[in-house]
């Protein structure tokens, strides 16, 4: 099987297309043209010779009968009609297919030259031309192209005269010569001046291309969105100033758009922190009388009693919660953290150590590098994001699985990672682990779901990007891991 040839590159941009298209269609009509000149020039001169043939006659090859000897000026005028005969005039005579004679008009000498050498192949040729007074192109090996006529003889015999091509071919030669010289300039002119004129024309087409581009780079997912001027207006009556015109119109709604979601983000931002800030206080007083409560001296029935637990331990959840809340709408506010060297090493045997002592039943290892690895940030925040990767990895998988912290550096950033091997994140919400509230009763552990609000790796990115970090995830059934990573410089 034949591997298939590879196709020719086509341009891909519309200035290349419309002037490959303008340099292809004038070469086809400089091709028509010339094809035509050329055609018509060859059929004009091959009538011309013709006609000189019909007025040579025969007069040339009769000649040739007087003993393979043309007559001298006092035995007639035969003489005066061989000098008055175009220069290559050929002459023969045949019998019963044979060439008797023949003969050859030349330049300078007023009498044919008799000693033509025809070949066998050439006297054949001749043999065949067909003697009814018509022309007729014979390729003569000696002589090259002629146009010959054969007429038949009063003695049963053909007598056949003949005038060369080559005058014809030659002027045909020169004229496709110069056909394709001129033209051929004329494409170049054509292609250079052409690629001009589509580029100035298609500068507005450009333009707005620009414009989509740096739209395309902004990024429009969150956030007030200052978009680019607008492409400049053109002709609206023509294609490319409609396409500039919708265009403009286009970014006027997107800018419309992104506004009003913008002004609507920052309503829901203020009205979480509002809210979880409002919260705080009667959370925290619930909480506070109900373990006043719990420390009363006389007897409490035990139902209150466990009543009265319970209500600690909810507003205890509920207290973390509005915290967490609260964190992520400041955050989404963009309000600084605290920049300062942040001993990496050390937070990490912290954050395992309180893990350890949480999730006794798991197994905790530790790789860390030989110095310790130092970061900017807020410790406080660091320390958090970390603390909920490992409370996840405790809750959500089962007892005796084993977590591995890792921490390397490399020149620019470190990677803090937290590897277990459980059964995985499920697939379903792996997009989406990241975002606020998302919960799954049956995520990694069957039973073992903490009741949490589903914030805690919500926290984790949003900590990770206001530290101009990000955080990741690779899971599979066995070997599930998050990495932060985070710049270590400013």
Not at 289 to 318: D, F, Q
Request: aromatic share 2%.
């Amino acid at each position: 099987m034949t591997a298939p040839r590879p196709r020719a590159p086509l341009p891909r941009s519309l200035r290349a297309r419309l002037t490959v298209g303008l340099v292809t269609l004038l070469a086809v009509s400089c091709a028509a043209v010339g094809l035509a000149a050329v055609v018509e020039l060859d059929g004009f001169l091959t009538q011309r010779l013709d006609e000189q043939l019909a007025q040579v006659g025969t007069r040339f090859p009769e000649s040739l009968e007087h003993d393979g000897r043309l007559p001298d000026d006092h035995d007639g005028d035969e003489h005066a009609d061989t000098r008055r005969m175009a220069t290559g005039t050929f002459g023969a005579r045949l019998l019963d297919g044979t060439v008797t004679h023949k003969g050859l008009i030349r330049s300078g000498d007023p009498a044919a030259d008799l000693n033509v050498d025809l070949t066998a192949r050439d006297a054949a040729r001749l043999a065949r031309v067909p003697a009814d007074g018509r022309p007729h192109t014979v390729d003569l090996s000696a002589l090259h192209d002629y146009r010959v006529v054969a007429s038949p003889g009063r003695d049963g015999d053909v007598l056949l005269v003949g005038l060369p091509l080559e005058p014809v071919e030659a002027t045909v030669h020169r004229l496709e010569l110069v056909a394709g010289v001129v033209f051929g300039l004329a494409l170049v002119v054509t292609g250079v001046a052409g690629a001009c004129w589509v580029r100035w024309s298609l500068r507005p087409l450009s333009r707005v291309a620009a414009t989509a581009t740096r739209v395309s780079e902004l990024p429009l997912a969150s956030g007030e969105v200052a978009l680019p001027p607008r492409a400049p207006d053109t002709d609206p009556h023509g294609e490319v100033g409609q396409v500039a015109t919708a265009f403009n119109r286009m970014l006027g709604h997107v800018e419309d758009a992104l506004t009003k979601r913008h002004a609507v983000e920052e309503r829901l931002r203020r009205f979480a922190a509002d809210a979880s800030h409002e919260l705080r206080t009667p959370v925290a007083s619930v909480r506070g009388h109900a373990e006043l409560a719990l420390l009363h001296p006389g007897p409490v029935p035990p139902e209150v009693t466990r009543a009265l637990e319970r209500i600690t331990a909810e507003s205890a959840r509920m207290g973390e919660m509005v915290d967490d809340l609260l964190l992520l709408a400041r955050l989404d506010a963009g309000r600084p953290l605290e920049r300062r060297p942040v001993d990496l090493t050390r937070l990490v045997l912290d954050a395992v150590t309180d893990a350890r002592a949480a999730g006794p039943a798991h197994r905790w290892s530790l790789d860390l590098p030989e110095e310790p690895v130092t970061v900017p940030g807020d410790a406080h925040r660091l320390h958090q994001a970390l603390a909920n990767l490992l409370a996840n990895a405790r809750l959500h998988t089962p007892t005796g699985t084993k977590v591995t912290v890792t921490l390397e550096v490399g020149a620019a950033q470190a990677a803090l990672s937290v590897h277990d091997d459980g059964p995985g994140v499920p697939e379903d919400i792996r997009p989406t682990v990241f975002e606020r509230f998302t919960r799954a009763e049956h995520r990694r552990r069957p039973g073992a779901f903490g009741g949490g609000a589903g914030l805690g790796l919500s926290i984790v990115a949003a900590v990770a990007e206001a530290h101009g970090g990000s955080v990741e995830l690779e899971s599979r059934p066995g070997a599930t891991t998050f990495t932060v990573r985070l710049p270590t410089t400013p």
